[in-house]
């Protein structure tokens, strides 16, 4: 539908990106200069902890800040700018509130589309065919796979993310964190939340070490 544009943005471009990243990492690893486990651990950090930090501090501010939310689900972009996130594939985000009622979930079915600015790199499982077919088929299947129970008044929304537009998830604030700072809230807000395939941390989860 409004996936026009995708591989124009995404397909050869990346396609490209993919064959000169994994030249330069075989010269790497081929002089030395790298250990493949180690470059790993840094793409995971990136994927899991440094990309997704931008992200955790814009909903840490919308659940401090009542006129930001209000600023951040009319216009994404720009709110997620005023944080000083922006740039490639982060053009034209819309951000989806999960209420009691509707819980978000967000997938690209035709490729990998993915709030950069925000979340940082994609997972490879948001790139798997599995993902992209089943979100939309089965989304309370796929959440169940992440550990996530809904209550079952509870709908889900799933929104196809293109080229054009990408979507990022305003988790619930959890129960027990009246009075925090940004700081502290930011701590709960995992990369799943904000891609709707997991739940904000309860604060006893962080306790935990979780
Ligand atoms: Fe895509």
């Not at 902890?49 to 689900?73: E, F, I, M, T």
């Amino acid at each position: 539908m409004a996936h026009d544009g995708h591989h124009d943005d995404g397909g050869s471009a990346l396609d490209e990106m993919t064959l000169r990243v994994r030249a330069l990492e075989s010269l790497l690893v081929e002089k030395g200069y790298v250990d493949p486990p180690a470059l790993d651990l840094l793409i995971e950090t990136y994927e899991k902890k440094v990309g997704p930090r931008n992200g955790a501090r814009v909903v840490a501010r919308a659940w401090s800040d009542p006129d930001y939310k209000a600023r951040l689900l009319a216009d994404g972009t720009a709110a997620i700018a005023e944080l000083g996130y922006s740039g490639r594939q982060g053009e034209h985000i819309k951000v989806v509130e999960n209420t009691g009622q509707t819980h978000n979930m967000v997938v690209c079915t035709l490729c990998s589309c993915y709030p950069w600015p925000v979340l940082g790199l994609p997972p490879v499982w948001y790139k798997s065919a599995p993902y992209r077919s089943r979100a939309v088929a089965d989304p309370r299947g796929v959440l169940a796979e992440f550990g996530v129970t809904l209550p079952p008044e509870t709908a889900v929304r799933v929104w196809d993310s293109t080229a054009e537009m990408r979507y990022l998830v305003l988790p619930l604030r959890p129960a027990g964190t009246e009075g925090w700072d940004e700081d502290r809230l930011a701590d709960l807000v995992t990369r799943d939340s904000m891609i709707g395939t997991g739940l904000a941390l309860a604060p006893a989860e962080v306790e935990a070490g979780a």
